[in-house]
C-alpha cells in the first residue's frame, strides 16, 4: 500500500501565477481533505472532498478551488499566487464514516511563490 | 472547538520517558481528545485519542484528569526518532470524516542522545 501520495514535491511560481497540487488517498479512500502549513505554523484546514464535492471550508479565498475524481484523487488549485501562498501543502485522506483518527497524510508539496 | 495550549519546546533524554502536557480548560463533554506529530519534512500522524478513560496503544499513552481539563501524552521510552512536533487537538465525536483537524502550533519535543 502506497499509502497517500502528492506531486509534484516542490514547485516554485511566480506572483500572478497559477498552480495545480494533485493528491492520491490512501487505497480503500474516498475522502480527501487539503490543509495548508506556513513555517513555524501547525497546518490549517483549506476545504475536504468526498463523492466529488467540496463538503467543508476553512476560511480560505476563493483563489483555492479543488477537484475531486471518481477514482477518489484530488486536485488543488491557487489562482493569482501571492508570496503569502509559499507552504507546505498536505492532503490527507479518510474514510468518510470513520473519525479523526483514521486520516492519513501525504508528506506534501512544498509551494514556494517568488 | 475547544482550545489548547502546549508548551512550545520540551528536551527528553533517549530511552527515558517522554510527558507532553496539553491544556484544554473549556473542552465540552462531547469532545475527545487526539494526538498527532509531525515528524520534520512528513505529514502528520495520528498517535492516540481519548474522552476520559486513559487510553494506550503501541506507540504511547494518554492520560486525561478527571476533570477533562488537561491530558498528557506519554512516550514511554522515547528515541531519536520520537523527535517531532507534537500537536493536541480537540473536537467534537470520532464518527464521520466530516470533521476539520483544527491544529495549534503544538510542542516540539526533541530526543536527545
Known amino acids: 500500500d502506497a499509502g497517500v501520495t502528492q506531486s509534484p514535491t516542490h514547485l516554485i511560481k511566480t506572483r500572478g501565477q497559477q498552480v495545480t497540487l494533485r493528491c492520491s488517498p490512501k487505497?480503500?479512500?474516498?475522502?480527501v481533505s487539503w490543509y495548508q502549513q506556513a513555517l513555524g505554523q501547525g497546518p490549517q484546514f483549506i476545504f475536504q472532498?468526498?463523492?466529488?464535492?467540496?463538503?467543508q471550508r476553512g476560511n480560505f479565498p476563493d483563489r483555492f478551488s479543488g477537484h475531486q475524481f471518481p477514482n477518489y484523487s484530488s486536485e488543488l488549485n491557487v489562482n493569482a499566487l501571492l508570496l503569502g501562498d509559499s507552504a507546505l501543502y498536505l492532503c490527507?485522506?479518510?474514510?468518510?464514516?470513520?473519525?479523526?483518527?483514521?486520516?492519513?497524510f501525504g508528506p506534501g508539496t512544498r509551494l514556494t511563490v517568488t | 472547538d475547544a482550545k489548547t495550549t502546549q508548551p512550545p519546546s520540551m528536551d527528553c533524554a533517549e530511552g527515558r520517558a517522554a510527558n507532553l502536557p496539553c491544556n484544554h480548560s473549556t473542552i465540552s463533554g462531547n469532545e475527545y481528545v487526539y494526538w498527532y506529530r509531525q515528524i520534520h519534512s512528513q505529514g502528520p500522524q495520528y498517535i492516540i485519542h481519548g474522552l476520559k478513560n486513559n487510553e494506550t496503544n503501541e506507540m504511547a499513552s494518554l492520560i486525561i484528569t478527571e476533570d477533562r481539563k488537561s491530558s498528557t501524552l506519554i512516550l514511554p521510552h522515547a528515541t531519536l526518532r520520537d523527535t517531532a512536533v507534537y500537536y493536541c487537538?480537540?473536537?467534537?465525536?470520532?464518527?464521520?470524516?466530516?470533521?476539520?483537524?483544527?491544529f495549534g502550533k503544538g510542542t516540539l519535543l526533541t530526543v536527545n542522545p
Open positions: 490527507a485522506s479518510s474514510l468518510f464514516d470513520r473519525g479523526l483518527s483514521g486520516r492519513y
Open positions: 472532498y468526498y463523492e466529488e464535492e467540496e463538503r
Open positions: 487537538i480537540v473536537r467534537v465525536g470520532i464518527g464521520g470524516s466530516n470533521y476539520k483537524l483544527t
Open positions: 487505497s480503500g479512500h474516498d475522502t
